[in-house]
């Protein structure tokens, strides 16, 4: 069975603080992706990577930068948190990319005071 | 700009009935086109997939219709049953130039009472 973990599953912090979201997959997967979820958008790509050091800018990177320190770590950076970015955010791997099958963690709920 | 449209926004079907959830798309590039299945407090997880070579899918009580020409599909759930209840996203990707983008819907809240 496929897994993601994601840390922590529940952050609030206020406008303008740091935030790090982290992302552990045991999969051997190659490619990883963050994405948020919000009520009528459903999940939005931030950003993704292809490998250990690599990463793609996703479809709604303002505010977000990511780092992909190892083949299982994924990280999103939120440098100065505005209430925008009050959302459940998503972690996910996948061994084929995006024609294949995407392995979800139980995301990470952010609250921007 | 939403690529991949969903509709309705939310659905209420009794047990045993046959609901039907829609999805459209922009991009004529796609040609992967996955169904995310999502209970309350849990991520997606892949409920089932279809690619552009075909008009249909089926995995026991789900199928995807596929209208390339439209750039229309939908998801019938036949003997609706009240574990069903969930939120299925429609997704799409485009297999040419190497993209791993999956852009996603935005979802359609299943509810089937019993």
């Known amino acids: ?113 | 700009q939403q690529q991949v449209r969903q509709s309705p926004q939310s659905l209420t079907v009794w047990e045993g009935e046959t609901a039907i959830l829609n999805c459209s798309y922009e991009n004529s590039a796609f040609d992967y086109f996955p169904w995310y299945q999502q209970f309350p407090g849990e991520g997606p997880a892949l409920l089932i997939a279809i690619r552009s070579v075909s008009d249909k899918k089926e995995d026991g009580r789900f199928t995807i219709f596929f209208n390339k020409r439209e750039k229309k599909l939908s998801l019938h759930i036949t003997d609706s049953q009240p574990g069903d209840s969930a939120t299925y996203f429609c997704a799409a990707s485009a297999q040419e130039g190497g993209s791993a983008k999956l852009i996603f819907g935005e979802g359609t809240k299943l509810t089937v009472s019993s």
């Open chain 1, 1 to 113: 069975e496929a897994a993601v973990t994601q840390s922590p599953r529940n952050k609030v912090t206020v406008t303008g603080g740091n935030v790090t979201l982290s992302c552990r997959q045991t999969n051997s997967h190659n490619y990883m992706y963050w994405y948020r979820q919000d009520t009528g958008h459903g999940l939005r790509l931030i950003h993704y990577s292809y490998g250990a050091g690599n990463l793609q800018i996703g479809d709604v990177p303002d505010g977000y930068k990511a780092t992909r320190t190892t083949q299982e770590d994924f990280f999103l950076l939120l440098e100065l948190a505005s209430p925008s970015q009050t959302s459940l955010y998503f972690c996910a791997s996948s061994a084929q990319g995006s024609t294949g099958q995407l392995y979800f963690g139980e995301g990470s709920k952010l609250t921007v005071l």
